[in-house]
C-alpha cells in the first residue's frame, strides 16, 4: 500500500471538486447581476446530478471491461460502486472517485455558453444525459482502454495519442459541446449591442484562483502517483498559465490599449486548458510554449463569436475548444524524448505520427460530442423546451427560475 | 426656499460641496445615478467587442437654499463642477412650498 | 513512521480549518447588509478562542486519561501540548492538533441561531466557556475512550455506537446548543414577519463550496490513515451531498414551485451532516439513502422555527440537529456487514442493538448539551449580558459591536 | 522515494500559489471600488511575472552552486529547470517548484504599499526585476547555503539564524521593498484625511482566510517533509495566529472602545507573518507568546505612518517588516532545546549569540533588499514612470489602467 | 422648463429610453429606487416562509424639457413603459425655475 | 398635486411607512441617500486614523399626494422618523404639475 500516492489522490480529488464551484464563480462573476444565481446554479447541479449519475452507473461506464469494440466499458458490476467500494487497494478506490470529479466539470463547463437563458430544469435533463451518453464513454475511449487508447484504433499505428489530463476527454468536448447547446438554444437578445459587462470581476478572479489551485490536483493528480513525474506536471501547470497570463494581456494591451483582469483571468484558464494534455510530455520550456500560443489564441478566439453570431456567452468555445486543441496538437511538436511516454514529437526527433494521433483523437471526439450534444438538445427541445421565455429573459432569469435575486439591495 | 439639484462628475464632488460650503450652504444630499446627454455614444472595446456605453455614472447632489441664495449656490456647482468636457453634467432649480427639520419640527426658512 | 498518512492528516486538518471561515461566508452571506460581520466575526472569533483553548487546555480533556468514570480526561501532561509536541510519532503529533479543528468548526455552527442580536463579547465568552465544558467532554465521551465509547456505558451492550467523524459530537452538539441559545436570547425584531432574506447567495453558495472542500478531510481524516477506509469515506462524502441538494431542491419545487440556491447550498451541508457520522458505515448505496432523506427531511426542518416560534435565524437546528440524528440514527439500518465496524444494520442482516446504541448516544448528548449551553447563557445573561438593544438591533450590530459595515457604498 | 512527503509538498506548493490570489482579496477588499482590480491586478500579474521568471533563471539563481562567496547561486545548468525536471527524485523536483511560490507570494505582498497610484506597466517591471535581484539572491543566502546560512557569514560563529519558512526573506524583505516603494511613490491624495475605508471586508476576510490555509503549506511544508516537526510546525500556525487575532482585538477594545473585523483578519495575518520564521523553534506555548506580542505590536504598528507621513496604504510595513522582526528576534528568546534546531534561545538556557543571528540576519535583509527597491524603483520612475496622474487616481485607477470598474452597477 | 420624472419597471429603460429620443429628448438621469402603490403586498414563499414583499424594485427616470414638450414626454413615457399589470409606475411633472449645463455654464433652455 | 420628498434614518423607514399609511397614502418611491447637515463633521477613529465622516447614510421617500394631503403627510413624517438627535433628516414639498399612472394612462388626482 502506497500510502503516499493515496494521501495525494485523496487530496486531488478534492482539490478537482471544488473547481465546480470555481467555474461557478468564474462564470457567476462574469455574468449580469440579473442572471448570476442561474449561472452558478448550473454548476452547483451538475455536481449534484453528476455525482450521483457517476456513483450509480458512470464509473461502471467509463472504467468497466471494454464493450462493443472499445466504445464503452460494461457497467455491470459497478451499479452504484459496489464492487470498487470493497476493494482492499485505497488508490484503486480514490481513483474511481477522482473520475468523478472530472465528470462533473467537464459537464458544468458547458454551461458557460448558455447564460441568461436556458431553463433551469431543461438544464438539469441535459446535464444528466450528456454526462453518461458523452462523458462517461469519451473517458473510456482515452483512460479506460477504449477506442482511442494503445488498445483501440491506434493499436497498429505507430503511436498513440497523448493526453494526460482531458485535452480531449474535457475541454475538448466541453468545448464542442458549449458550441453545439448555444447553435441550438440560440443568441440572447441584445447579443452583439448592449455591453453585458462581468457584473462582478472579483468573483471571476476568485473562481480562476481556484480553478489554478484545483488544477494542480486535475494534472498532477492525474498521474495516479506522488512521484517525480507528478512533479514535473505540477511544475509545468505553474508555468503554463503564468506565461498564457501574461501573452493574453499583451495582445489586449497592444489591440486594444489596456490589460483587463477579464483578460488575467480568462488568460489563466486558457493556460490551464491548453497544458491539461500535455503536462507531462513537455518540459518546462515546452510548457512556456505552450503558455504563450494558448494565451494568444484563445485571446483572438472569444472575439470570434461576434463574427460567426453564435452566442456563446462566457467562451467556452473560445477558451475550452480552443485551448483543447492547441494543447492537445502542440504534443505533437514539443513531446519531449525524456518524457514519460518516451515518444517524441516533430521538434525533439519525432515524427509526424504523434501529430496525427493527436488530430485523429481531437476530430473523433468532437464529431461525436457534437452530433450527441446536438441529439440531446434537439430532443430537451421539442419535449420540455430549452429557453426561457423573452419576459423571462430580460427582467432576469434568477428570480423567475430560481425566486431569488443574488443581492439584497435595499435594505 | 429653492431645491437646487446638480448632476456631477463623482470625482468632483468634493471640490463642488467645498465651493457650496464657501457660499453658506450647511447641509446636502448625495446620491448616485447615471445619465447621458451631449456626452451620449462613446465607443469602448471590450475582449473583442465594441459597442455604445451611453450611460455614465454621475452624482446627484440636492441642496436645499433660501430663495435668495439659489443663484449664488448654482454659479458655485457650476464653476466647480466644470472641467470644460462633456459630461460635466446639469444644474437645475426647483421651488419649494416648504421644508421642514424633521429632528425639531422646524418649519420654512429655520429648517434649513 | 507512515509519512503517507502523516501528509494526509496534516493536509486533512489544514482542509478543516478552513471549514470555519467557509462557515462564516455561508452565515455571513445569509445575514443582512447590516450584520455580515458581526455573524463573521463569531466564526472568525471561534478560530481564535477556542484555538487557543485547544492548545492550552481542551486536547487534555479530550484526549487525557480517561477521568471520573469516562466523563473526562485528565489534561495535567498536557497543558500547553507540553507532551505531545516532543512526540517523535508524526501522526501523533498532528492528530492533536486536527481534533482542535473540530472543537473550533463545532462552535462556530452555533452561531447561526443568533444572527443579528448577540453581544459580541458575550459570544466570545460563551465560546470560550462552551468549547470547554461541552465540547472537549463529548469529544471525549465518543472518540477518547469515554462513556459514549466500547468502554464506556456501552461495555456491557452488545454494540457501541458508529460515528467516525463528529454526527453527535459536533452536529447533534452544535444544533441543540444553537437551539438553547436562542431559546434564552429570544426572537429578532421583524422575526416571522419581515422578510430578512439572504443579502448575498454567492457568499452562500462559497462557503457551502469550501465547506464542502473541507469536508473531505474532516470526514476521510478521521480514518486518521490515507487507506482504502479513507477512500470508502470520501465517495461516501462525496455522494451524499450530491443526492442531498437534488432531493432538497426536489422539495422546494414541488412545495414552492422553484428551486432556490439558497436551497442547493443547504441542502449540501445538510447532506454533509448526515453523512458525517454514517460515512465509514454505509456504501455508497446507503450514502445515496442518508443523503436522500437528509435533504427532503431538513428541507422540511427548516421552516418549523415559524411554527414553533424559536428564532433559528440560520437554521441551525434545521440543517444541523435533525441532519445529525438522521445521519446518526440512519447507521441502525444501513451499516453494512463489510464496513470497518463489521458490526451490520437492520437492513443487512444486523439487530435492534445497534440502532439502540446511536439513539441512546444521540439522547445523552442532546441532553448534556442542552443543559450546560442553557446553564451558560443564562450566566452569561444575568452577568455581562447577552442581547444587544433593540436599538442597535435595527440599526444594525455591524456598526455599533463593530465600527464597521460590510461594504462601503457612497466612494 | 518517500512518496508521503512528495505527497506534501505537492500540496504545500498548491496551498502555497494560493496565497497569492488570496492576497489580492486580502488586499482587494481594502481598496476602495475604484481601485479594487488593480490591486488585484498586482498580485495576479506577480504569479505570472514571476511565475515563468522563477523557471527560467530565479530557480538557478536561489538553488544553484553558490557563487561569488555566497552572494547567488549559479544559474547555469537549470536555465528553464532544464536540469531538475529530468530529476528521478521526485521530492527534489517538487520542491524546486515550491520554492518559485514562494518567491511570486513575496512581490505579491509589496504591492498593498502602493494602492490606487501606481502605474500597471511600472509594477510589472518592478515585480520582475525585483524578484531576480532582490528575492532570488535572499533567498539562496538562506536557504540555499549562502551568505546567511551556516556555510555563510556565520560559520564561524557560534551559531547561524533559524528562518524556517522566510521572516527574513519572506516577510521583512517585502516589508522593507514596501516601505521603500512608497516612499518614493508618494502619499495619496487625501491621504491621513480622507477615511479610505475598506470597500468590501467580507472579501479581507476572505483573503485572510485562504491565506492562513495557504500558510499551513507555506510553514509545514518548509519542512521538506511530511514528520513530526511539521505537524509541530502545523501546531504553531494554529495557534499564533489564533491568538494574535485575539490581542490586535484586544489593543482594538481598549484604545479604540470596539473589536473590528479589518483588525481581526489583520491580527491572523500578523501572527502567521511573526511565526513563520519560529514555526520549528519553538514550542506551542512558544508560539502563543509570538502570537501575542505580533498582534499588539502589528497593532499599534499601523497607525506610524500617520505619523511619520509614509503612506503604506495597507499596512505592508506596520503587518510584514514589523511582524517579520518580531517573530525573527524572538526566537533569539524563545528557541527551545528541544527543537529540531537544538539550540536554544535565551530562556530556554542559550546565549545572546542566537539573538544576535537573527538581528544580524534580519539587519542585512533590510539594508540589502532596501537600497536594491530604491535603486529598482528610482530606475523605473525616471525612464518609464512609476506613477499614474492626480486625475486618474481621483477617478479611479481601474478604469483608466484596465479599461474596468470591479462591479456593474447599473443594470 | 419642467422636470419629468418617471419611476418605471427595470426591465423597461431600453423601451422607454427609446420613446423618448423620438420625441425629441437629448439627455436623462437614470437612478435606482424601490416603491410600492397599488400593487401593495404581494406574498412571497422562501425558504418554509410567507411574508409580504412591498418594496419592488423600480428605475427613476429624471428629464428635463422644455414646457412645450412636458406632454409629449409624459405621454411617450407612459405608453412605452405599459404593460398593463400593477406595478407599472408612475409619471410626474415638476416646473422649474432655470437649468445651467454645466460644462458651458449657459442657463435656460440653452442648457437642456 | 405635492411631491413629498423626505430624506430620514433608514433605521426610521418602517416606522414613517406606517405612519403615512395611517394619513391615507396609498404610494412610496423609496432610495438610497447620504447626506449632512448639522451633524456635519462627527470624527471616527478607524485603524489608528481618526478622520471626520460627514456623509451618513440616509434614505429618501417620495410621496406625491393630493394639495390638501401635504401638511398632514409632512407632519405625520416628522413625528414618526424623529428620534430627536442631530441627522433625523428633512422633509421639503414640491409642487407638481401633473402625474399619471403608467398603467392606466390615467392623470392627475386619479393617477396617485
Ligand atoms: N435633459 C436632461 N434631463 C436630465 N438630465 C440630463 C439632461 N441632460 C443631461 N442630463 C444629465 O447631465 C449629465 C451631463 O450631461 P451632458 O449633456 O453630457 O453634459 P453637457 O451638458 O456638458 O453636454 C448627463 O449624464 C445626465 O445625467
Ligand atoms: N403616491 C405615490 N408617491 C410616490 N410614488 C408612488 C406613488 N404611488 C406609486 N408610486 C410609485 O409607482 C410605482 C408603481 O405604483 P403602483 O401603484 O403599483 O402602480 P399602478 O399605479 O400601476 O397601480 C410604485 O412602485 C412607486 O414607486
Ligand atoms: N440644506 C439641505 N439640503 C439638502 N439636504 C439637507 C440639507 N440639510 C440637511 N439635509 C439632509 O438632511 C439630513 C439631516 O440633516 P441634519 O442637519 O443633520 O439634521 P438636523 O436638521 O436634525 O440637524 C442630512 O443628512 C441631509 O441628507
Redesign the interface.
Known amino acids: ?8 489522490i ?2 486531488s ?3 478537482v ?2 473547481m465546480t ?2 467555474v ?2 468564474f462564470y ?1 462573476g462574469m455574468s ?3 442572471s ?2 442561474n449561472m ?2 448550473m454548476s ?2 451538475a ?3 453528476v ?2 449519475l457517476w ?2 452507473v458512470g464509473f461502471g461506464i467509463s472504467a468497466g471491461t471494454t464493450t462493443a469494440g472499445g466504445l464503452f466499458g460494461n457497467p455491470s458490476g459497478e451499479w ?3 464492487g470498487i ?7 484503486a ?2 481513483l ?2 477522482f473520475g ?2 472530472f465528470a462533473i466539470i467537464t459537464v458544468a463547463l458547458i454551461s458557460g455558453s448558455v447564460a441568461d437563458r436556458m431553463k ?1 430544469s431543461a438544464w438539469v435533463v441535459f446535464a444528466a444525459v450528456w454526462a453518461v451518453l458523452v462523458y462517461a464513454p469519451i473517458s473510456h475511449w482515452v483512460w479506460g482502454g477504449g477506442l482511442l487508447s494503445s488498445d483501440g484504433i491506434f493499436k497498429n499505428f505507430l503511436t498513440s495519442p497523448q493526453d494526460i489530463a482531458g485535452g480531449t476527454v474535457v475541454h475538448i468536448n466541453a468545448g464542442i459541446a458549449g458550441l453545439v447547446l448555444a447553435l441550438v438554444l440560440g443568441v440572447r437578445k441584445g447579443f ?4 453585458m ?7 471571476v ?2 473562481g ?3 480553478l ?2 484545483g488544477w ?2 486535475f494534472n ?1 493528480g492525474s498521474e495516479w ?8 506536471i ?2 509545468n501547470t ?2 503554463a498559465p ?2 498564457a ?2 501573452s493574453w ?1 499583451l495582445v489586449e494591451k497592444i489591440r ?10 480568462s ?2 484558464v486558457a493556460g490551464l486548458v491548453a497544458i491539461t494534455p500535455a503536462a507531462l510530455s513537455v ?3 515546452g510548457a ?1 510554449v505552450v503558455g504563450f500560443i494558448a494565451g494568444v489564441a484563445c485571446a ?1 478566439a ?3 463569436k ?1 463574427k460567426f453570431g453564435y452566442d456563446d456567452s462566457l467562451d467556452v468555445v473560445g477558451v475550452h475548444l480552443v485551448g483543447g486543441l492547441v494543447g492537445t496538437l502542440l504534443i505533437g511538436f514539443l513531446s519531449t524524448d ?1 518524457s514519460a511516454y518516451a515518444d517524441p514529437g516533430l521538434l525533439y526527433g519525432g515524427g509526424w505520427q504523434l501529430l496525427g494521433a493527436q488530430a485523429l483523437a481531437a476530430l473523433i471526439v468532437i464529431v461525436y460530442s457534437g452530433i450527441m450534444t446536438a441529439i440531446i438538445a434537439y430532443a430537451i427541445k421539442f419535449t420540455i423546451g430549452l429557453r426561457v421565455s423573452e419576459d423571462v429573459e ?3 432569469i434568477d428570480f423567475a ?4 435575486t ?6 | 426656499m429653492k431645491l437646487v439639484t446638480a448632476i456631477i462628475q463623482p470625482h468632483r464632488v468634493d471640490e463642488v460641496r467645498a465651493a457650496i460650503e464657501a457660499v453658506g450652504v450647511k447641509g446636502v444630499t448625495v446620491s448616485e445615478a447615471a445619465g447621458y446627454g451631449r456626452q451620449k455614444g462613446h465607443t469602448e472595446v471590450y475582449r473583442g467587442a465594441e459597442y455604445t456605453v451611453d450611460l455614465v455614472p454621475k452624482t446627484r447632489l440636492e441642496i436645499l437654499v433660501e430663495d435668495a441664495d439659489a443663484v449664488a449656490v448654482t454659479d458655485a456647482i457650476v464653476s466647480a463642477a466644470q472641467t470644460g468636457k462633456i459630461g460635466d453634467g446639469k444644474v437645475w432649480v426647483v421651488p419649494v412650498d416648504d421644508v421642514a427639520r424633521v429632528r425639531t419640527g422646524e418649519h420654512g426658512a429655520d429648517a434649513l
Chains 1, 3, 4 share one sequence.
Open positions: 500500500m502506497d500510502s503516499g500516492s493515496i494521501a495525494w485523496l487530496t480529488a478534492s482539490l471538486l471544488l464551484p470555481a461557478a464563480f457567476g449580469r447581476t440579473k448570476v444565481l452558478m446554479m452547483f447541479s455536481v449534484g446530478v455525482g450521483l456513483i450509480v452504484f460502486m459496489q467500494f470493497q476493494n482492499e487497494d485505497g488508490l478506490v480514490i474511481a472517485a468523478g470529479t433551469f452583439g449591442k448592449e455591453p459587462r462581468p457584473h462582478n470581476l472579483p468573483f478572479m476568485l480562476a484562483a481556484l489554478w489551485f494542480f490536483g498532477a502517483a506522488a512521484d517525480n513525474f507528478a512533479a514535473q505540477w511544475i505553474l508555468v503564468s506565461v497570463m501574461l494581456l486594444d490599449g489596456k490589460a483587463t483582469s477579464l483578460g488575467a483571468a488568460g489563466v518540459s518546462p520550456l512556456i483572438m472569444v472575439g470570434l461576434y525524456t430580460v427582467a432576469g427560475e430560481h425566486g431569488e443574488a443581492y439584497e439591495e435595499v435594505r
